[in-house]
């Protein structure tokens, strides 16, 4: 695996802290998002089906900063939404870098070579570009053409410059292992430093439905890429072995949401990065106020076939940390391919799934316009305040 040992040591010793104080729930990676707007449609994301006020909407320097001193995590991944077309993300960046956090930007890569220069190559500072497969996977991943050029075009401009590069990759049921492994090889060939990879998830309302994978369906066809990259060592991820492990159908994890606490333009999401049933208005409310029991494989039909990192890298992490034999013997001999999988999650008292997110999208959207008239009546007051007291 391919984790700075910098981040590990940082990550480990925070953990240890953590456990040390007892605490039964507590963030590893800020997922922050300080925008929905993009330059990309893609048909798998549902995170830029919003009215045009929601999506010119952004968190403020001083939003972001404060997330992160809210928080506590000691990585934060900035996605979105197209981040870099954020005018303050390189001032946020270089924040956090001072602050000693494992700082990734998640991009589409359009916009990197016009950016670029903003940012300096630091080792708690990394690109994760987001790349779907070979140039016809990743074009007809993201809905347009000669964007999987542009992202390897950045990935080298990057590399020239020094900077610690990785990519993301999402498969779909439709992935062909043979493939994906081919592009694995092609993309390692760039001289990265790891790979992310993760399942594609339901998002409620993202345009293409048909091709989200089930859990059987994921655990077949990482089975099929590891098989054919000796085990994964062949690769150098950029995630703990346990979780690609998990992937495999080798472990049997519940998620653990609060592990990767989600900050948007609307407030601290609940659940999750992937689940917007609600907002707090702080960290702590999310953490002390969500009902966490009612989320998660076996617990609520939305969560029934999820595996992606957000909700279960936490989970590995917390697993290496108490059984670091089971990471050391994969990382050594590989992720078994073959044999009976591991034990799923029962899915019979599973809860009903709850069509929200139309109605908390219109709820904030009230809300954003009752704050906006508020703004402007205060500043009419003040204007005509001028006006009386000039006379």
Excluded at 44 to 62: A, V
């Amino acid at each position: 695996m391919s984790i700075p040992f910098r981040q590990a040591a940082t990550v480990g010793s925070y953990i240890l802290k953590q456990h040390l104080l007892r605490k039964k729930r507590y963030p590893l990676v800020l997922m922050l998002e300080p925008l929905f707007r993009c330059n990309l449609a893609c048909a798998g994301c549902g995170k830029i089906d919003y009215p045009d006020e929601i999506l010119d909407k952004r968190l403020s320097y001083e939003d972001c900063i404060g997330a992160a001193e809210e928080c506590g995590a000691p990585v934060v991944v900035i996605a979105g939404g197209e981040p870099l077309i954020h005018k303050e993300l390189p001032q946020v960046v270089a924040e956090l870098v001072r602050r000693r956090k494992t700082t990734i930007v998640c991009t589409n890569a359009i916009l990197m070579e016009k950016k670029i220069d903003a940012y300096k190559p630091d080792p708690y500072f990394t690109w994760s570009i987001h790349l779907d497969g070979d140039k016809e996977m990743h074009d007809a991943s993201v809905c347009r053409a000669g964007i999987y050029d542009k992202a390897v075009s950045a990935i080298r401009l990057a590399k020239e410059k020094g900077f610690r590069v990785t990519i993301n990759a999402t498969f779909f049921n439709n992935a062909d292992p043979a493939r994906i492994a081919a592009f694995f090889d092609e993309a390692m060939a760039l001289g990265l430093d790891g790979l992310t990879v993760s399942p594609g998830y339901a998002y409620e309302r993202a345009p293409d439905q048909q091709h989200f994978l089930n859990r059987t369906k994921t655990k077949e066809i990482f089975r099929e890429v590891f098989r054919r990259g000796d085990g994964g060592k062949r690769w150098s991820f950029n995630q703990s072995s346990l979780f690609l492990d998990f992937l495999a159908g080798n472990q049997t994890y519940h998620c653990t949401p609060w592990g990767n606490p989600t900050r948007t333009v609307f407030g601290w999401q609940k659940p999750c990065y992937l689940l917007g049933e609600g907002y707090a208005k702080t960290f702590k409310e999310l953490m002390e106020d969500t009902k966490w029991d009612d989320y998660g494989t076996g617990n609520y039909e939305k969560c029934a076939d999820c595996m992606v990192h957000s909700g279960f890298e936490a989970s590995a992490v917390e697993d290496t940390f108490r059984r670091p034999w089971k990471a050391a013997k994969v990382a050594m001999f590989g992720i078994r391919t073959d044999g009976p999988m591991a034990p799923d999650i029962s899915l019979e008292n599973q809860r009903k799934a709850e069509f929200v997110f139309s109605q908390n999208v219109q709820l904030k959207l009230s809300e954003m316009r009752a704050q906006k008239e508020a703004q402007a009546a205060l500043k009419a007051e003040a204007r005509a305040k001028e006006t009386a007291d000039a006379a």
